[in-house]
């Protein structure tokens, strides 16, 4: 008998469980069927494989060379299918592009885009509040790209395998009601809003440790937070029961202002997320275009915003052309 893949997975499933009998259980096998494929094993490889200890079952010396061998083959063959899945489904010329998002206003007027750029390519989106997991997608071959994103002053990707461009960075500016007693303000310190309640997305991103570190920072801590979805925020600061932080490429709903902090030191990074070796390069650029390009417009929609621009660069000339950088780009 030749060893096959399947042999590999049985020897690594009993020395994870320790047990012949868990080992069968996690496989969905008999234990009866298990022991005598180990057996078999055992035989074609002229040793015994494990022996009962008082700890369970252990591997021999044998096992020990089997087992750190087999972990060098399983990793190889785990990532030969996933390299092929992603080199199956890898976007052609006419193909189907599966884009990942995080909730943002930038999807549709993207989408629009890319209909015109390429319009024999059909397009698939998912989404999830969680980057990680979109980066998983990634990674295991069911997504192509995703656009989402990172606080400023975090790292943008761990994971080696992805690759990733900047589309843009944003400061991040307060939401509050029109009638809002502060609505009427230029800019705000954040020791202003030391009553608020906040309303913050749900999900695993970072803004809720960013916010309670830049109120220390303010001297006060948060009065008290509410984690919900986009439409629920939005209505908790329409009826005054709450400010949030948003982006400054925000696109304003009626009923709301959009306020900017004095000397922000939150910001936001809009990030393209991809497989580096399986997708076109020539797709992650125009990509790449059509996202600043859709970033820029909601930039030139923002009168608060480029207000806000037009004033930093007054202070930058008025400081010959230097900027203080806020403490997360120190």
């Known amino acids: 008998m030749e060893l096959e893949f399947r042999h590999l997975r049985i020897?690594?499933?009993?020395?994870?469980?320790?047990s012949v009998t868990k080992a069968a259980d996690r496989l969905g096998l008999a234990q009866s069927a298990l022991s005598t494929q180990l057996k078999r094993i055992e035989a074609a490889v002229g040793g015994r494989l494990f022996e009962r200890g008082r700890k369970g079952v252990q591997p021999t010396p044998l096992g020990v060379m089997v087992l750190e061998r087999s972990r060098v083959l399983l990793l190889a063959m785990r990532q030969l299918q996933e390299d092929a899945l992603r080199f199956a489904n890898t976007v052609g010329e006419d193909g189907a592009l599966r884009l990942g998002t995080t909730p943002g206003?930038?999807?549709g007027p993207l989408m629009e885009g890319l209909d015109a750029a390429r319009p024999g390519l059909a397009t698939s989106t998912q989404s999830s509040t969680s980057v990680e997991e979109l980066a998983d997608r990634i990674v295991g071959g069911r997504l192509d790209l995703a656009l989402t994103g990172c606080c400023g002053h975090g790292k943008a990707m761990d994971d080696e395998r992805l690759a990733w461009r900047e589309i843009a960075v944003d400061p991040v500016f307060?939401?509050?009601a029109e009638d809002h007693p502060l609505a009427r303000e230029r800019e705000l310190q954040l020791g202003q809003l030391v009553d608020e309640r906040w309303a913050l997305p749900s999900g695993e991103s970072c803004c809720r440790e960013c916010l309670a570190a830049a109120?220390?920072?303010?001297?006060?801590?948060?009065?008290?937070v509410y984690e919900t979805d986009a439409a629920s925020s939005l209505y908790l600061v329409r009826s005054k029961r709450a400010a949030a932080l948003c982006r400054a490429s925000f696109?304003?709903?009626p009923g709301l202002e959009l306020i900017p902090l004095a000397a922000s030191e939150l910001?936001?990074?809009h990030l393209l997320l991809w497989h580096a070796p399986t997708l076109a390069r020539g797709l992650t650029d125009m990509l790449l275009r059509h996202a600043m390009a859709v970033h820029a417009e909601a930039v030139a929609h923002s009168p608060v915003y480029t207000a806000w621009l037009r004033q930093q660069e007054e202070v930058t000339a008025r400081h010959g052309g230097h900027r203080t950088?806020?403490?997360s780009e120190r």
């Open 11 to 18: 020897i690594r499933a009993i020395a994870d469980t320790e």
């Open 105 to 107: 206003p930038f999807l």
């Open 215 to 224: 109120c220390v920072r303010a001297g006060f801590l948060p009065r008290s």
């Open 267 to 269: 910001s936001w990074r």
């Open 251 to 253: 696109l304003l709903p």
């Open 325 to 327: 950088p806020p403490p």
């Open 174 to 176: 307060v939401l509050l």
